[in-house]
């Protein structure tokens, strides 16, 4: 069973910036294809960025790419997403993914592409 355990939210004023972290227990991470999804109450779930386990290949939705970047490191078992010029449009709660598999990159902003969450960490951008 995989553990994943998010940190790093807060609140932040536009322009700003936060990094998340998700430190995984019971695998490795190396072994686990990682993603971000964040939510605003109320509506959809969304798709942020991912990392495939294999290659480290990432990607990112339109609405973040160029200000937030996913990566690994491996020797702390651990995935973070870097997240600059934060705007308010960003506030949410963000959530790590993992997954066993090894997805085809058109897969990685599935939510079904995952099997194991973690509980979430709150992101406010505000002034």
């Known amino acids: 069973q995989v553990q994943l355990d998010e940190s790093g939210g807060g609140l932040v004023q536009p322009g700003g910036s936060l990094r998340l972290s998700c430190v995984a227990s019971?695998?490795?991470?190396?072994?686990?294809?990682v993603a971000w999804f964040r939510q605003v109450p109320g509506k959809e779930r969304e798709f942020v960025a991912a990392?495939?386990?294999?290659?480290?290949?990432?990607t990112a939705a339109s609405s973040v790419k160029g200000r937030f970047t996913v990566s690994r490191v491996n020797a702390k078992n651990a995935a973070y997403l870097q997240m600059n010029r934060l705007e308010p449009e960003d506030t949410a709660i963000y959530y790590c993914?993992?997954?066993?598999?090894?997805?085809?990159?058109?897969?990685?902003?599935?939510?079904?592409?995952?099997?194991?969450w973690g509980q979430g960490t709150q992101v406010t951008v505000s002034s």
């Open positions: 019971g695998r490795s991470i190396s072994t686990l294809a």
């Open positions: 993914a993992a997954g066993t598999g090894n997805p085809i990159t058109s897969s990685l902003s599935i939510e079904s592409t995952y099997d194991y």
């Open positions: 990392l495939k386990r294999a290659s480290g290949t990432t």
